[in-house]
């Protein structure tokens, strides 16, 4: 397993995090998510081998935020 910290910005509250929690976690290849609110940060544990970070950054982007970077 692989892990990654995606920097989000537009994340406000709860919802913002539920959203972003549950479109990686709906992705094949993601074991764990968990978002930090407060600093912007969306840590993700997952299967290199069966996703790569651009469908990440793709589905957060679809619930309408930015991802504007990866540690």
Same mark, same amino acid.
């Given at each position: 397993?692989?892990? #990654? #910290? ?5 994340? &406000? +509250?709860? &919802? +913002?995090?539920?959203? !972003?929690?549950?479109?990686?976690? @709906?992705?094949? @290849?993601? /074991?764990? !998510? /968990? ?7 969306? /840590? ?7 996703? %790569?970070? /651009? ?7 679809? %619930?309408?935020?930015? !991802? !504007? @970077? %990866?540690?």
């Amino acid at each position: 397993m692989a892990k #990654t #910290t995606l920097d989000v910005k537009g994340m &406000h +509250c709860g &919802h +913002c995090k539920a959203s !972003v929690t549950n479109a990686l976690k @709906g992705l094949d @290849g993601v /074991s764990d !998510v /968990s978002v930090d609110l407060e600093k912007g940060k969306a /840590s993700v544990e997952y299967d290199d081998a069966r996703i %790569q970070f /651009s469908k990440m950054k793709e589905a957060v982007e679809e %619930q309408g935020y930015d !991802v !504007v @970077g %990866q540690n």
